[in-house]
């Protein structure tokens, strides 16, 4: 469904990602692993053409998005959630997810806003909060929930687990595993070897804008010295 | 009693035009982050255009109603062709290209609505059912006013339902707070940006055509009402329309009450209340704070070099180059030369506060004119000599950015901008307005050199030793420790701070370093000239520094020497022919366009952009 192939970004002159493939299946869950500063961030914004990358290519259903406007690539159907969240503070959550809102895929059943406080209960009590009026949980699943509205088909999510309460961690896992029974494939970027064996069935790690492993979760547990070597557990 | 109710109304039916304007250029700011000087030429249009369609609809009330909305549709799609043409290339620019693109379009709409219209003012027409005056309390009024009394807030009422109450609205407003995040989200923002420049544009322009029963239309509405509007925005809040209708009330009734305590001062007034929330509440009274300020990629500096050989010897030969010009050319060129090397030292103070300190001045005329008067002043009413005129110019700009200064530093972005331009506005009005002193509109006439130096070649010889001198100490300033200061603040604040550096005072003394350094300029040119006008005060001068900056490109030590020399050739050249400011503004418009880096900075690009190539080839 998403196959990078060989990018190199850079911001100004400094060489961020060297060379990054990666690839995600229809429906399946994938964590992007690393360490502060690895490269996980930049590989998402490159994927998005927030970055656009100097070299290689990203397709998305064979189809090449490199060098589209970001916009276009979310209506590919990419759905993206940055790791700040970057909620509209000075707008409600009703109005937030509002400005998500992207006409339905063929095929796929609409996210609407009520689906949503299925999801996501706590949200529907704030609804006509402003944004600013959240905790950092809430602002987390109002941003997913948010690209939710766009019926993405695949989801970029980074660092869904850092900065909030370990109960809306296990509600983020439930969540994950939830969106992918219902067929959503799902890009995640995560420090935290422990939240990724959770939900993620495949996982690449990253060190200093470099893959250096690729494998199921199980074969990284299998090699305690590569996880040893790139993360911080 | 009556007559202080009538000023009120009269305070909020100026306010409703004014609120207008202010709006629109605060819808538009607040989306896309363009400061955009050319809505005071929409809302210019607006009422020249509502003039015409008067004219040609049939008299009646619906002919008067029906041409305003024309004309503010006609506006709207104007800034909308704007926006597509030009300004949505620059979204991703500094500050200082947006602006001064923008005037590039003021230059070529001033010369458009002069071949259309012609250069006499024109008395519009008055509202028809509402051309008498009703009494209320006593007091004449307008009905004209009170009709403009409800057609503010009906307006600020349906803009605000707009922005709240509608899809459009609230994808505005998710691109006012994040525009990457936006466009994350599948917001296509070249679409949006384009139909927020047609509503702020059709505001302007409504407000213009709005004006036609109480203003004579002319070809200088544009830079009055800007410099307004302006203030409206900022005391109101960028990007806030309730905001916008709070200030333009203020600073309506300001004007309305001024009038009658300090009638000398009124303009002066609008920009100490400015002033004074900035720095109390810098985000203006309705504003919010930035929570994601996604700063326009900084234009990327060539690491600063200290002259090697060769470049002293370049340096050298041009001096001596320059020194021996008068043996080959006459009078004309030497005046001109003369303005050259005044121009250089203008534009190398401004290119110090904005390359060197971080800092945008959109006024830094203020410092020149300071510097010039300050010369003037001296030797009109204390009789001194020239060398007392000399001395007193930096003096006075100095202190005056001394004074400025201290509010400015405490800004930073656009608010910065917008505060120098504000302290500019207020010499300005001084000037204009304090005719005793200055002698108002009429300058101050025979400020001429002693007789050893009436001559032009002598005169010459004066300037190019002021002006390379004060070049050269800019430069070594820049490279003493003093300049590394101010470099690391305007790249790493936070870091500066950490190291237990006072950032502020730094930047303070910075802003009163280039301002002594364009008083100088000022006062070698009031000298070349005889006399002083507050012209050299006013906005359109500080635009001509930042074009010469931009000429000359922002990053580069050299670069201002370049960008004052082309832009006062350019402006001599094209001055003799009719429409010349379309032409110079056709020329801004094609460099900020095709050479954003300024000329220097464009071809220092290109070498970069060739050695970039190579060592990522080479990586590979
Ligand atoms: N806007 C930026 N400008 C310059 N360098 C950046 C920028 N953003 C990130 N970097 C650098 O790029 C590298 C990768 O960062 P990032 O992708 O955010 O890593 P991660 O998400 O894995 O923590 C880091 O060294 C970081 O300092
Ligand atoms: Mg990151």
Aim: charged residues 15%; contains cysteine; glycine residues 12%.
């Amino acid at each position: 469904m998403l196959e990078v192939n060989g990018i190199n970004a850079y911001y100004g002159r400094a060489h961020i990602l060297h060379d990054v493939s990666l690839g995600v299946g229809g429906g399946e869950v994938v964590a992007l692993l690393g360490r502060n500063g690895s490269g996980k961030t930049t590989t998402l914004k490159t994927i998005m053409q927030i970055v656009p990358p100097e070299t290689g290519s990203v397709h998305f259903d064979g189809e090449a998005i490199t060098s589209l406007a970001t916009y276009k690539v979310c209506r590919k159907g990419i759905g993206y959630v940055p790791e700040d969240r970057r909620i509209f503070s000075n707008l409600s959550v009703a109005k937030n997810l509002e400005a998500g809102r992207l006409p339905a895929r063929a095929g796929l059943a609409e996210w609407t806003e009520d689906k949503l406080f299925k999801l996501f209960p706590n949200l529907r009590e704030r609804r006509g909060n402003l944004g600013h009026q959240l905790s950092g949980g809430e602002q987390q699943m109002l941003s997913i929930a948010r690209t939710l509205m766009g019926n993405p088909k695949l989801l970029l999510l980074d660092e869904p687990s850092e900065g909030i309460a370990p109960v809306i961690v296990e509600q983020m896992v439930r969540t994950i595993a939830e969106l992918k029974t219902q067929g959503l494939s799902i890009l995640l970027s995560e420090q935290n070897l422990h939240f990724a064996r959770l939900v993620a069935d495949r996982a690449y790690i990253l060190e200093t804008g470099s893959i250096k492993f690729a494998g199921t979760l199980q074969e990284l547990e299998s090699r305690p010295e590569v996880r040893d070597a790139f993360l911080a557990v | 009693m009556g007559f202080y109710f009538a000023q009120f109304l009269t305070g909020l039916a100026s306010a409703s035009a004014l609120f207008l304007v202010a709006s629109g250029l605060s819808i538009i700011f607040g989306v896309t982050r363009i400061v955009n000087f050319a809505h005071g030429s929409l809302y210019m249009v607006g009422a020249y255009l509502a003039y015409s369609v008067v004219n040609w609809l049939p008299h009646g009330v619906f002919g008067f109603w029906a041409a305003v909305v024309i004309a503010a549709l006609a506006v709207g799609v104007l800034g909308a062709v704007v926006e597509f043409v030009l300004l949505r290339h620059l979204y991703r620019s500094p500050e200082l290209f947006q602006l001064v693109a923008t005037f590039g379009v003021v230059l070529v709409i001033q010369d458009a609505a002069l071949a259309i219209w012609g250069p006499e003012d024109i008395v519009g027409p008055r509202a028809p059912g509402l051309d008498s005056v009703v009494r209320i309390f006593g007091e004449p009024i307008p009905e004209y006013d009170l009709a403009l009394i409800v057609i503010g807030p009906t307006v600020l009422l349906a803009v605000w339902l707009v922005l709240n109450r509608t899809r459009w609205g609230t994808l505005v407003l998710a691109a006012t707070q994040d525009r990457e995040m936006a466009a994350a989200l599948g917001i296509n923002q070249t679409l949006l940006f384009t139909s927020v420049f047609f509503l702020g544009a059709f505001l302007a322009g409504l407000g213009g055509a709005l004006q036609i029963p109480r203003e004579t239309i002319s070809l200088l509405m544009d830079l009055n009402v800007i410099a307004e509007a302006f203030v409206v925005v900022v005391i109101g809040g960028m990007g806030s329309v309730p905001g916008a209708f709070l200030a333009a009330a203020i600073i309506g009734e300001l004007n309305a009450f001024g009038v009658l305590v300090f009638p000398q001062v009124t303009i002066v007034l609008a920009f100490l209340v400015m002033a004074v929330v900035l720095v109390l509440r810098p985000q203006g009274l309705l504003g919010r704070p930035e929570i994601h300020a996604h700063a326009p990629a900084h234009v990327r500096e060539a690491p600063l070099q200290p002259f090697g050989h060769r470049q002293r010897l370049a340096v050298a030969t041009v001096i001596v180059l320059l020194a021996a010009l008068p043996m080959v050319a006459g009078d004309f060129t030497l005046v001109l030369a003369t303005d050259i090397l005044v121009f250089a030292v203008f534009a190398a103070s401004l290119q110090f506060i904005m390359g060197t300190g971080g800092m945008v001045s959109f006024g830094h005329a203020a410092y020149f004119g300071l510097g010039a008067y300050g010369a003037a002043l001296v030797v009109k009413h204390l009789g001194g000599g020239m060398v007392s005129g000399l001395v007193a110019a930096p003096l006075a700009a100095g202190l005056g950015a001394l004074l400025f200064g201290w509010f400015c530093v405490r800004l930073s972005g656009v608010y910065l901008a917008m505060l120098t331009l504000a302290a500019a506005q207020i010499v300005w009005a001084t000037a204009f307005q304090w005719q005793e002193v200055t002698g108002g509109d009429d300058g101050i006439l025979g400020v001429w050199p002693p007789g050893w130096l009436a001559d032009r070649t002598a005169y010459y010889y004066l300037a190019l030793v002021v002006c390379c001198g004060a070049i050269l100490a800019l430069r070594r300033i820049v490279y003493a420790p003093f300049g590394y200061v101010l470099r690391g603040g305007r790249d790493a604040p936070l870091r500066m701070a950490a190291i237990g550096i006072d950032l502020r005072r730094h930047q303070w003394f910075a802003f009163v370093i280039a301002g002594v350094f364009a008083g100088i300029a000022g006062g070698i040119y009031v000298y070349s000239k005889g006399s002083v006008f507050p012209d050299e005060l006013a906005i359109p001068r500080s635009v001509n520094g930042l074009i010469m900056v931009l000429f000359g490109g922002i990053q580069t030590i050299l670069g201002p020497i370049v960008g004052a020399l082309t832009f006062t050739v350019l402006e001599d050249q094209l001055s003799r022919l009719e429409y010349w400011r379309a032409i110079l503004g056709a020329v801004i418009l094609f460099v900020v366009l095709i050479a954003p880096q300024g000329i220097v900075g464009g071809l220092a690009r290109l070498a970069d952009a060739v050695t970039d190539r190579s060592m990522r080839e080479a990586e590979r």
